[in-house]
């Protein structure tokens, strides 16, 4: 329901400003926060990381044969080749 | 032949009013915007079709309406009414959201913050048009560009204007490129458009799963009302970045928030019933919403050419509009402009920290004023 009460007057009753006022200091104060707290979280990880060090997950190192180097290396020529063939064809 | 005649005064034909016709008409203009626009489909289009469903003329004496206590209708409503939808959308958001953008720039969620003024002044200017509190509290949450918290807050505060507020909130959001681009260009110079952003560093995993559990703590102790809707991003956060719940991440961020999209969508579409939706105070609702919008994308520029008065590494102040939530659209406008002035300027990744900043930051704007309005 539209209130009767219309203008600066209603904006005093409703206490417009102190709401805004407050509204915008608690919203700037929680985000501050969580910017200060991401701020430090990597110094802090470093910390927590001394006694309870980060697994890092090992990826093994794929096994080439090497007598499949000359096919590889003809592919990716051949794959090339075509690559920039086809890109003069376009152009 | 009378019951006949008595069945045809019941059909919809005898009872629709001039404005159900033009709420069906709406309903279909957000249908056709929708398709051929793409303009938000996954809300408009739904919204579209429950207006269409709720402007047809209810029978007396039968619970079809979704404000007829009973009706099927009305059990769907539930959700809006209650203010349980948005939570569980914020549960699928959190699911879906990378915030590494803005662990690894913490000053850019102060743009989330400046841009949440929109919501506060548009509660000045609902105040001065002559509505209650409870009344411009929940207009002014537009201005949080976010449609679950606009629909959460006006559940809470003013359950009669949800339609209106629910309608203007995603209306605009689907308009934040037209909206946003020309109040950045005009608050902006070119060099100011051209400064270019420090690539965003490496987050850690530990970092990512922290976060949610940190932020939650946070913005609840400060702002207890925003625990529903901030509690529910973290925890959809937390079971994306645990890398232990992967199924139950990819339910969240996937069935379960389209299975509630449907729902909120089609529910608020049936509460736009002529009779209770077009009223003068809807008018003045959609004239705050555009208000507020623009008055967000203003404070979040404004605020990041403030900060720039004190820093040595200067921030893009375009970023500063992608303070209001409507994530990613703001962040995409960002990167369209910033684009459009220098080809080689990539900014969507660095908007995306004020972007999933003013989620957070507009989810505690209507913790504080649900626990400010509180009788």
Redesign the interface.
């Known amino acids: ?8 007057q ?2 005093t009753a ?4 102190a ?2 006022a ?3 200091t ?14 430090r ?2 110094g802090l ?1 470093r910390l ?2 001394v006694v309870f060090p ?1 697994a890092v997950a090992a990826t093994p190192r794929p096994k080439v044969e090497t007598d499949e180097l000359p096919a590889i290396a003809a592919a990716a020529a051949a794959a090339y080749h075509v690559t920039r063939g086809a890109g003069v064809e376009r152009a | 032949m009378g019951v006949l005649l008595e069945f045809l005064e019941t059909t919809g034909f005898a009872t629709m009013t001039l404005g159900n016709v033009l709420m069906i008409v709406i309903g279909l203009l957000f249908i056709t915007l929708a398709i051929t626009k793409h303009y938000e489909p996954l809300l408009l289009l739904p919204i579209g079709f429950g207006a269409i469903v709720g402007n047809i003329p209810s029978i007396p004496g039968m619970a079809l309406s979704v404000y007829d206590e009973g009706s099927v209708l009305n059990y769907l409503y539930f959700g809006v009414g209650q203010g349980i939808y948005p939570p569980l959308i914020f549960l699928g958001i959190g699911a879906m959201t990378d915030f590494s953008a ?2 690894s720039s ?2 850019l ?2 743009l ?3 841009a ?2 929109g ?3 548009t ?2 200017g609902a ?7 409870e ?3 929940a207009i002014g949450i537009i201005g949080g560009a976010d449609g679950p918290t606009a629909i959460f807050l006006s559940a809470k505060l003013a359950p009669h204007l949800i339609g209106a507020i629910a309608v203007a909130a995603y209306s605009y959001m689907a308009l934040v490129p037209v909206i946003q681009p020309p109040i950045m260009k005009l608050l902006t110079t070119h060099k100011e458009r051209l400064i270019r952003m420090p690539p965003p560093r490496q987050v ?4 990512r799963i ?2 949610p559990i ?2 939650f703590l ?2 609840a102790l ?2 207890p009302g925003s625990l529903a809707l901030v509690g529910m991003l973290m925890f959809g956060n937390l079971l994306k970045e645990s890398g232990v719940t992967d199924r139950l991440a990819d339910t969240a961020r996937h069935a379960f928030i389209d299975i509630v999209t449907v729902l909120l969508g089609f529910s608020v579409g049936a509460s736009t019933q002529a009779q209770t939706f077009l009223t ?2 809807s008018l003045s609702i959609f004239g705050l919403g555009a208000l507020s919008f623009a008055i967000a994308t203003a404070g979040g520029v404004l605020f990041a050419k403030f900060l720039n008065l004190f820093t040595r590494n200067k921030i893009n102040p375009l970023l500063g509009a992608a303070g209001v939530s409507a994530v990613p659209d703001s962040a995409r406008v960002v990167q369209m402009v910033g684009h459009a002035e220098d080809p080689h300027n990539h900014l969507l990744m660095h908007a995306m920290a004020p972007n999933v ?1 003013g989620v ?2 507009s989810a ?2 209507a913790g ?2 649900w626990s ?1 309005m509180v009788k």
């Open positions: 329901m539209v209130d009767p009460q219309t203008g600066l209603n904006i409703g206490q417009g400003l709401i805004t407050v509204g915008m608690i919203v700037f104060a929680a985000l501050s926060m969580i910017s200060l707290f991401i701020a979280l990597p990880l927590v990381a980060e | 803005m662990l913490p000053r969620v102060l989330g913050a400046a949440q003024m919501i506060f002044l509660l000045i105040l001065y048009m002559g509505f209650t509190p009344e411009a509290g850690s995993s530990r970092e922290v976060f940190a932020a946070i913005a400060i702002a003068p105070q900043a957070i930051g505690i704007c504080i004023l400010v």
